[in-house]
């Protein structure tokens, strides 16, 4: 079944399910529901694995190291107060991301077919561990 991969990702990174778009993606923070309240489109088996956190730490490096070097370049703050500062920013930044990158992940693996649904069908896979 083709789906369109552009409004689909464009409801994971507004953390909605990618199929209508109304329900939500996650219950909680980046925990997946089973499946769509309001569709009733199975997302709970797909696994996103480690590309948001790769996505959100890319995207926030490439804020947080210019502004660094921007603050030293205009101002040379001191050095404590740039330890206390560009960890906390960069922290706070992937926090943000790590919700928005994992939806457009899990909406893109929905609309490209990569769901995993190929190992669920082996009788006694070896899947049995791995969380949901
Ligand atoms: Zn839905």
Same mark, same amino acid.
């Given at each position: 079944?083709?789906?369109? %991969?552009?409004? !689909? ?39 996103? *694995? *480690?590309?948001?956190?790769?996505? !959100? ?5 490439? +804020? ?18 740039? %330890? ?7 922290? !706070? ?6 919700? +928005?990158?994992?939806?457009?992940? %899990?909406?893109?693996?929905?609309? %490209? ?13 070896? *899947? ?5």
């Amino acid at each position: 079944m083709a789906r369109a %991969l552009g409004p !689909a990702l464009g409801n994971g990174i507004r953390r909605r399910c990618p199929a209508c778009g109304r329900g939500a993606l996650f219950a909680g923070y980046l925990r997946p529901v089973a499946a769509c309240a309001a569709c009733g489109e199975a997302l709970g088996h797909i696994r996103a *694995d *480690d590309f948001p956190p790769y996505i !959100a730490i890319l995207v926030a490096g490439h +804020v947080v190291v210019p502004l660094i070097l921007f603050a030293e370049q205009a101002w040379a703050p001191a050095l404590w107060l740039q %330890l206390l500062v560009w960890p906390l920013l960069a922290l !706070a930044l992937i926090a943000l991301l790590l919700p +928005v990158a994992k939806g457009g992940v %899990l909406a893109a693996l929905w609309a %490209l077919g990569l769901t995993g649904g190929e190992r669920q069908e082996e009788p006694g896979g070896t *899947d049995a561990g791995r969380r949901p």
